[in-house]
């Protein structure tokens, strides 16, 4: 299942240079920009760990592509994304965010349904990943990675 | 356009979807390189334009300063010739912009660097003309594993621009071989080693302590394509960079107060700690603190001439002339 997670997920995935395009942009508004990496993309992990500090006073996204490059290479099978926070009084939150990259077999998510009192039904987003523990998944260990259709 | 096209689909089972596609050799291909026969005019180039443009504002802005100048002209000659060569697909190595601009203090180092960005940006080997200023202790850290980090943020924001490293024979501490200022001169290095990297690096600092610096680390010297020599100013160009900077600011001396700064020049340039333009920058900065005070005592009205006008009193009250072996304040250093 290919994971739709920040902006341009519907698009292509981002080459570099459409990357350091988008960083640009970023750094141009004034927003700090931040690397953070995960191997748990449930849609409730809103809390990746992060890749070093945001960095700031930037003017060009060498520093940035730079890092990206180093979580790639120390997580090759992690999600990697970038941020934009926007530190503005009155907005103060993330501005952009988008994948740098995802791992090369997604095994998804299945729905757990349960039932609750009064015939209530309860849902549940369940990540086969999760079933290796943090740092073996997405490495085909341990759960059965589907075929390319 | 289909969704094979563009890579937008909605999630359909048994459909594989778009995971990007590479870009296509019709859109990455430089423009072809000209015929061994076509003919190209430097000069009507847009950036040659621009260069000149920048050249002549350095010929304005800086007073004196020949050899330099003549310098910056060269690279900037063989620079644009480079990019000549390139177009009709001659294989040139990369050029070095690495430089290092030694020089007494106040003699133009800074602004040299600003214009140097704004040269190398207008022939396309920087992406910005910006100037990103640093000393040691943007460079090297407190503790272990503090250094690279510091370095490698210096560098990334200096990207694409000019990485100005101010008195940097700091870097390197010789009594101090566990110093951590080797650290990030190797950093540095890999830096300036790198191929793909669009910045120049510009070592900046005091003639002899730069010697010895470049002496000690023979393989940063050697990466530095550039040594530029920023002599001292004789007393005329000091006296004329004085009337630049009065006449910018909207002042004028009289006459005698012009006798009287030549007088003071002539004492201040035989004391310790001079520093040139910024000495004679700092001198006017008092008269006019002496002439604001005049005027302020005066009773009655002042003219428009009165505000502009700096006499000779308030060069002749500055401390050069009433304890010889004072050295105005603010100048220590």
């Known amino acids: 299942m290919y994971l739709r997670h920040g902006a341009f997920s519907y698009l292509p995935a981002l080459t570099e240079d459409e990357i350091a395009a988008q960083v640009r942009y970023a750094l141009l508004n004034g927003w700090p920009v931040s690397v953070e990496y995960t191997d748990d993309p449930h849609p409730r992990n809103v809390y990746w760990e992060l890749w070093g500090l945001p960095m700031f006073d930037l003017h060009e996204p060498d520093g940035v592509m730079r890092e990206i490059s180093a979580c790639r290479a120390a997580f090759p099978a992690h999600y990697v994304r970038v941020l934009a926070y926007d530190a503005r009084l009155h907005r103060q939150t993330i501005a952009l965010s988008f994948l740098a990259q995802r791992p090369a077999a997604e095994p998804g998510f299945r729905l757990d349904r349960s039932e609750s009192g009064g015939r209530a039904q309860r849902y549940g987003v369940h990540s086969y990943a999760t079933g290796a523990p943090a740092g073996a998944r997405y490495h085909g260990a341990g759960y059965h990675v589907p075929e390319e259709p | ?333």
Do not use: C, W
Not at chain 2, 116 to 139: C, F, K, N
């Open chain 2, 1 to 333: 356009m289909t969704s094979q096209e563009t890579g937008f689909a909605m999630d359909r089972p048994g459909v594989s979807y778009g995971r990007g596609r590479p870009p296509e050799a019709s859109e990455v291909t430089a423009p072809a390189p000209l015929g061994p026969d076509e003919r190209v005019d430097l000069h009507a180039e847009d950036a040659t334009t621009k260069v000149r443009a920048v050249l002549d504002a350095l010929d304005a802005e800086l007073v004196g300063l020949a050899s330099v100048k003549a310098r910056i002209r060269e690279i900037a000659a063989m620079l644009t010739v480079d990019r000549a060569r390139a177009r009709f697909g001659l294989v040139a190595s990369k050029p070095s912009l690495h430089m290092s601009f030694t020089g007494s203090p106040g003699t133009g180092k800074t602004t040299v660097a600003l214009r140097m960005a704004e040269i190398l940006h207008a022939l396309g080997y920087l992406r910005v003309p910006r100037v990103h200023a640093v000393t040691r202790e943007d460079l090297v850290g407190q503790f272990i594993g503090h250094t690279a980090p510091k370095t490698k943020e210096a560098l990334a924001k200096s990207a694409g621009g000019v990485l100005f490293i101010d008195e940097a024979y700091y870097l390197y501490r010789p009594d101090n071989e566990r110093d951590y200022g080797q650290e990030a001169i190797e950093i540095l290095l890999q830096e300036m080693e790198s191929e793909r990297g669009d910045m120049a690096v510009i070592f900046a600092g005091y003639p002899d302590r730069m010697e010895t610096f470049f002496a000690s680390n023979p393989g940063l010297s050697s990466r530095v394509a550039h040594h530029l020599q920023f002599e001292d100013y004789s007393k005329e160009e000091l006296t004329q960079i004085a009337k630049i900077i009065l006449a910018r600011d909207n002042y004028r001396f009289s006459t005698e107060a012009e006798q009287a700064f030549a007088d003071y020049l002539n004492r201040r340039l035989s004391m310790p700690r001079f520093a040139n333009a910024r000495s004679v920058r700092n001198a006017l900065e008092r008269a006019r603190l002496r002439q604001a005070g005049r005027l302020l005592g005066l009773r009655g009205t002042v003219s428009r001439d009165d505000l502009m006008l700096i006499t000779e009193g308030d060069i002749r009250a500055s401390r050069v002339f009433s304890e010889p072996d004072a050295v105005p304040p603010g100048e220590a250093r």
